[in-house]
C-alpha cells in the first residue's frame, strides 16, 4: 500500500516521468528497507530468498602471474569489462549503482561480514538502462559515499567467477565468487573457495577484509 501510495504521488499531474516515477519508487522501497535495520525479524523475512555467493578478497603482488595462472585453470583468457561503482550512503549492508559503461547498469544491495577469509554474501539486483538518471535520484535521496573505477577481467572456473581487477587508486586486485546453488551450504563454497585459493597461490596474508570503496576511503584518510 505504501509503495502504490508513492507511485500515485509521484504520478500526479504529470509531474514526473515514467523513468522518473521508476526511480523515484525505487528509492523509496531502499529508504523502507535500510532505515529500521534495528526490526531484525523484518530484515530476515525480506532477506530469506536472497541469492548468495561465498566471496574472497586479495590483494596481487604479480598480476601477470596470476593472470596465468587463471587462464590456464578457466582455459580462456577471459572478458574484460569497464565498471563505475557509485556506493550511496546505508545504515545497513551496502548499496552501489553499477554503471557497465555500454548505456546499462545495476542496482546491487548486498551484505557481507568484514573478515579476511571465504565469506558468505548476500546480494539483490535490479537492472536499469538509465543508471545516470538513477545515479542522481538516490544521490539526491541518500547521499553519495564514493565511487570505485575499475577494469575487470572475468574468468569463470565451474560454479565460480574470479574476478581479475584494476581499481583505480589501488592498483591490482583479485576476487572470488563461488556462486551457490540452491541447496548447497555455506561449508560447501567455503571448501570450493579455500581450494581455489590453494590452485592459485593465494595466501592467507594477502585477503582483505572490506569493499574497494572502504580500502580507498581508508588510504585517503
Not at 541469492?51 to 574472497?56: D, R
Not at 535520484?137 to 574468468?155: C, N, P, Q
Not at 541447496?183 to 571448501?191: A, D, F, N, R
Request: proline share 2%.
Amino acid at each position: 500500500m505504501l509503495f502504490q501510495n508513492l507511485y500515485i504521488l509521484f504520478s500526479i499531474n504529470g509531474a514526473f516521468t515514467d523513468v522518473q516515477v521508476t526511480h523515484l519508487t525505487i528509492v523509496a522501497q531502499i529508504i523502507a528497507i535500510i532505515s529500521i535495520p534495528y526490526i531484525s525479524f523484518i530484515k530476515s523475512i525480506l532477506y530469506a530468498d536472497m541469492p548468495f555467493n561465498v566471496e574472497i578478497k586479495a590483494k596481487v603482488s604479480n598480476a601477470s602471474q596470476l593472470a596465468d595462472r587463471v587462464s590456464q585453470l578457466s582455459q580462456s583468457e577471459g572478458t574484460v569489462i569497464h565498471q563505475q561503482d557509485t556506493f550511496f550512503n546505508c545504515s545497513v549492508g551496502r548499496l552501489k549503482l553499477r554503471n557497465l559503461m555500454d548505456g546499462n547498469g545495476q542496482l546491487i544491495f548486498y551484505e557481507r561480514p568484514d573478515c579476511g577469509g571465504p565469506k558468505l554474501s548476500k546480494y539483490s539486483i535490479s537492472n536499469t538502462q538509465d543508471p545516470e538518471g538513477l545515479r542522481a535520484v538516490l544521490a539526491d535521496a541518500l547521499g553519495v559515499k564514493g565511487e570505485v573505477k575499475k577494469e575487470r577481467r572475468l574468468f569463470l572456473v565451474g560454479q565460480t567467477r574470479i574476478h581479475l581487477d584494476t581499481v583505480e587508486g589501488l592498483g591490482h586486485l583479485m576476487e572470488l565468487e563461488v556462486v551457490m546453488k540452491e541447496g548447497q551450504s555455506l561449508e560447501e563454497g567455503e571448501v570450493i573457495a579455500r581450494s581455489l585459493m590453494k590452485e592459485l597461490g593465494v595466501r592467507e596474508d594477502s585477503l582483505v577484509t572490506g569493499a574497494y570503496i572502504d580500502l580507498l576511503l581508508e588510504a585517503r584518510g
